[in-house]
């Protein structure tokens, strides 16, 4: 199963078009990522989403946090918690990384090497991310859109990440952040292109299954009472 939980979502009809190309290249379950201020709109046209896509790919909606104030990102996360499938926080700025991965209501940080010379994590980091349970992101189109130096330091910085998943076994999920039908590849490209920068097979298919995972966690989430313990019905 092949599972894509950032695809930057925009108007129904960009999102049709975006899905069914994703659909045709072999993808089965994708996640329209929507900013804090364009979340809420969203939610309005998604049964409309839902109509036009029955049958044709399973699909959510991901809220992705930019902010680089923490009470902020707490304040947002509170907020909108019980109405996405899944949480990302764009990283990047040091104190957010950390911040995001100490908060077990988050399920991803996204990009933490995002406009940094270094990956943005380090052992202390990765240890809070298996400890939370906060998975951390790479996205495709970092590489995709990026030449020459900042390339080879974006794909260095994957390399980096590579060897600290590989130490703390943290998890890990891959996304395309396709924002256009000519962003989207097919499966088999998405995974060559991830074994070319030195993840092996088994572990790109560990970083789906995680994102599955994700979605699975959240849909029980509100019988979830604590870490590992889960209501479950009085009826007999």
């Not at 804090?36 to 046209?45: I, M, S």
């Not at 891959?174 to 924002?179: G, H, K, N, P, Q």
């Not at 092996?200 to 995680?210: D, M, P, R, V, Y």
Request: hydrophobic letters at 40%; proline letters at 1%.
């Amino acid at each position: 199963m092949f599972f894509d939980l950032n695809i930057e979502g925009s108007s129904l009809e960009d999102n049709i078009d975006l899905a069914c190309e994703a659909s045709k290249y072999g993808w089965n379950h994708i996640n329209f990522s929507y900013n804090q201020n364009d979340f809420k709109q969203a939610l309005e046209f998604k049964q409309d989403l839902y109509d036009n896509l029955e049958k044709t790919i399973d699909f959510d909606y991901t809220l992705e946090i930019k902010s680089n104030n923490v009470a902020e990102i707490r304040k947002i996360v509170r907020k909108f918690r019980n109405k996405s499938s899944c949480i990302s926080v764009v990283g990047g700025d040091l104190k957010v990384n950390r911040a995001v991965l100490e908060n077990i209501q988050i399920d991803v940080l996204s990009r933490p090497y995002l406009r940094r010379y270094d990956s943005g994590l380090n052992q202390v980091l990765a240890k809070e991310s298996v400890r939370n349970n906060v998975a951390i992101e790479l996205c495709f189109k970092d590489v995709l859109k990026s030449y020459l130096a900042h390339r080879a330091k974006v794909i260095s910085n994957f390399k980096d990440i590579y060897t600290l998943y590989r130490k703390f076994d943290f998890p890990l999920i891959l996304s395309s952040r396709a924002e256009s039908v000519f962003d989207i590849r097919t499966t088999h490209d998405f995974i060559a292109f991830f074994k070319q920068t030195g993840l092996e097979a088994g572990e790109i298919n560990k970083s789906f299954l995680t994102a599955q995972n994700i979605l699975e966690f959240n849909r029980d989430r509100k019988n979830l009472i604590l870490k590992g313990v889960r209501r479950v019905s009085d009826e007999a």
